[in-house]
């Protein structure tokens, strides 16, 4: 009897322990970007889940044969903010304070967070580049508005630069640097042209309805900064989904 409890014990701790390098979110379902956890089978992993394997409009998405058109300009309001900053076990993400936002066809999305992917997620004629970023934002009627910034081995980056010099070391534990400003407008091309599409979100629960602006023009960042990069995350990307007869506009 003693020996069934024992084991009973045992079991029950095995079920409740999950790595710390593992990628769990708060929720305790563990996903990741490799193996059993990896994109292939997150729509297995929790009901919460299933988009990642049902839906019919999901991200990223290879960006070929476009539709060229004249489309809405996007417009920036970004300020400045604190960085706060997280190392959440998937990527870098820094949560941005309330008060910027852009227009886009005369809808407001509220900017809430900007995140890193190595290498890109969303590819152009089968063609990844180094590293994505992406502007998280949302309406106040629940839309989900992503801006994505193609990034490119070259000269260094000052915006990143500053951010990277406070990177989190240690996993799920977010910091605030009071001193520290910055403003993302100073990490976004020159040029705003952008493809633009419906898609979801590139990592669970693959929620869909989310706007998609790619801005076509990448920013330059160097080497060093990269494999900075690539000491908390080597690979971090969805591979690109099914159009499934989605229409991708490209702006001129």
């Known amino acids: 009897m003693k020996r069934r409890f024992v084991f009973l ?35 297995d ?3 919460e889940f299933r988009s990642c394997k049902e ?13 060229k058109e004249k489309l809405p ?3 920036f ?3 400045n903010t604190i960085l706060n ?4 076990g998937h990527t870098i993400k820094v949560n941005y304070s309330k008060g910027s936002y852009i227009i886009v066809n005369g809808k407001k999305y509220n900017l809430l967070q900007f995140h890193f992917h190595r290498p890109s997620e969303n590819t152009v004629k089968g063609k990844h580049f180094d590293m994505e970023a992406h502007l998280v934002h949302r309406s106040d009627d629940g839309e ?32 605030k640097f009071n001193d520290v400003v910055i403003n993302v407008s100073d990490f976004l ?34 080497a060093n900064q990269i494999k900075r990069f690539e000491s908390f995350y080597r690979m971090n990307a969805r591979p690109t989904q099914p159009l499934n007869g989605r229409i991708i506009k490209e702006g001129y």
């Open 9 to 43: 014990v045992l079991i029950m701790g095995l079920l409740l322990y999950v790595s710390p390098l593992s990628g769990a979110t708060h929720q305790g379902v563990h996903w990741g970007y490799e193996g059993e956890a990896g994109p292939a089978h997150w729509g």
């Open 45 to 47: 992993l929790s009901p």
């Open 55 to 67: 839906g019919k409009s999901q991200s990223p998405v290879d960006i070929r044969n476009t539709v």
């Open 73 to 75: 300009s996007i417009e």
């Open 77 to 79: 309001h970004y300020s």
């Open 85 to 88: 900053i997280i190392n959440n």
């Open 144 to 175: 989900l508005a992503v801006v994505a910034v193609f990034m490119k081995e070259g000269k260094e980056n000052a915006f990143i630069k500053r951010v990277w010099e406070h990177l989190p070391e240690k996993m799920g534990h977010e910091e």
């Open 189 to 222: 091309p020159e040029s705003r042209a952008y493809y633009a599409f419906e898609g979801s979100l590139t990592t669970p629960p693959c929620t869909e309805g989310v706007k998609w602006f790619v801005l076509k023009s990448p920013v330059e960042v160097s």
